[in-house]
């Protein structure tokens, strides 16, 4: 039901745009949200929206200022547009989604629907 594609291999300082199309019965989940998961790391937050009308968005220390959380809601899908990419965001990047409260955005458990995750690979 949620489907991330996108990734890819890219240098250093470079852009990239991956995407989560979302599908049956959580169709318009009110919270979406991008995790990642690099080698031997625990998964953790990278940004987060939600799908209703007042367009909250948030995103870790780490990425605020370099990358860009967007939904499409005639597609119904999500966006991470990253840019100025570093070798330490090398990671499975996972889209994520339920109907439930922006104060839980950042925990991974909270979640109750998963993409299968794309390989996002920053490298000279």
């Known amino acids: 039901q949620l489907q991330a594609s996108g990734g890819g291999l890219v240098q250093p300082g470079g852009s990239l745009r991956i995407s989560c199309a979302a599908s049956?019965?959580?169709?318009?989940?009110?919270?979406m949200a991008w995790f990642r998961q690099g080698p031997g790391k625990e998964r953790e937050f990278v940004a987060a929206?939600?799908?209703?009308?007042?367009?909250?968005?948030d995103y870790s220390a780490s990425v605020k200022g370099r990358f860009t959380i967007s939904r499409d809601n005639g597609k119904n899908s999500m966006y991470l547009q990253m840019n100025n990419l570093k070798p330490e965001d090398t990671a499975v990047y996972y889209c994520a989604a339920r109907q439930g409260s922006w104060s839980m955005r950042t925990f991974p458990r909270y979640y109750t629907a998963w993409g299968q995750g794309t390989l996002v690979t920053v490298s000279s």
């Open positions: 929206l939600t799908w209703g009308n007042d367009n909250s968005t």
């Open positions: 049956g019965r959580i169709f318009r989940p009110p919270l």
